[in-house]
C-alpha cells in the first residue's frame, strides 16, 4: 500500500513551473534518495510529498528553519512542542526541565553537539547548525523524515552519521542529496530528476555512481 502517491502531479512557484507530470508512489518503510543537477526539481518534489504528509512527518529543510536565538537544546525541543502544553512550554523555554533535557541529550551527543546543548544556534558553525536542525527531526515522534540536502554543510564522517542516526530512528526516509555515493550507501531506491522530470526510478541493488552520471550530463 502507498504511503504517498502523485499522479502526473505539477508544481512550481509565482507562476513558473518547475516539476511536470510527476507520477511516484513511495510505501511505507522505503528509504528513497532523490538525485539530479541543482534546479532538477528535487526540493519541489520533497515539499510536494510532505504537504501531503506533514501531519505525520519530519523535515529537514535546506535552510535548516531553525530559531538561531535559542539554544541547540530548545531548538531541538521545538520538534515535540505540539506534544505538550503552552504552559509547560513557556516553562521549559525559561528554565529547561531535567526530564526534557535528559530526554533530548542523547539526541544531541549523538550529532556531537552534547558540548554545545545550550549555546546560541546562532553561535554555531553552518555544520552544527545542520546537525541541529537534523536533531529536531530526529526528536520528533514521526516515523517518516523528509530531508533537503541534510548532510551538505558537513564532512563525510559527520555525514554517515547522521545517515545512520536517521536510518535507525526513522521508518520511512525521503531525501534530496548531492553526494550520489551516501545517497545509493543509505537508500534502496533512487529517483532521478532532470527539468522537473523523473528520468530514473530504479533499487539502488548493484548500483554505483558512475550509472549515475547521465542523469549530470557525465
Not at 551516501?182 to 539502488?204: H, I, K, N, Q, W
Request: aromatic content about 6%.
Amino acid at each position: 500500500m502507498s504511503l504517498i502517491e502523485l499522479r502526473e502531479a505539477t508544481a512550481g512557484y509565482n507562476g513558473h513551473k518547475i516539476l511536470h507530470d510527476v507520477s511516484l508512489s513511495i510505501r511505507q518503510g522505503e528509504r528513497v534518495a532523490l538525485v539530479g543537477r541543482s534546479g532538477a526539481g528535487k526540493s519541489t518534489l520533497l515539499r510536494l510529498f510532505y504537504e501531503r504528509v506533514k501531519g505525520d512527518a519530519a523535515l529537514v529543510p535546506q535552510d535548516f528553519g531553525l530559531v538561531k536565538a535559542l539554544s541547540v537544546f530548545h531548538n531541538i525541543y521545538i520538534g515535540r512542542l505540539n506534544k505538550h502544553s503552552v504552559w509547560r512550554n513557556l516553562a521549559n523555554l525559561v528554565k529547561p526541565l531535567q526530564s526534557e533535557v535528559d530526554g533530548i541529550r542523547p539526541v544531541a551527543a549523538r550529532l556531537g553537539l552534547e558540548e554545545k546543548l545550550f549555546d546560541s544556534v546562532g553561535t554555531l558553525s553552518g555544520g552544527q547548525q545542520q546537525r541541529t536542525a537534523v536533531g529536531r527531526a530526529l526528536y520528533q515522534q514521526e516515523t517518516i523524515l523528509l530531508g533537503d540536502e541534510p548532510v551538505s554543510s558537513v564532512d563525510e564522517h559527520q555525514a554517515r552519521t547522521i545517515l545512520e542516526s536517521i536510518a535507525d530512528s526513522k521508518k520511512t526516509v525521503i531525501l534530496a542529496m548531492h553526494d550520489t555515493a551516501l545517497a545509493l550507501e543509505y537508500s534502496d531506491r533512487v529517483v532521478a530528476l532532470r527539468d522537473g522530470r523523473v528520468v530514473f526510478d530504479e533499487t539502488c541493488d548493484g548500483m554505483t555512481p558512475a550509472d549515475l552520471k547521465p542523469i549530470y550530463g557525465g
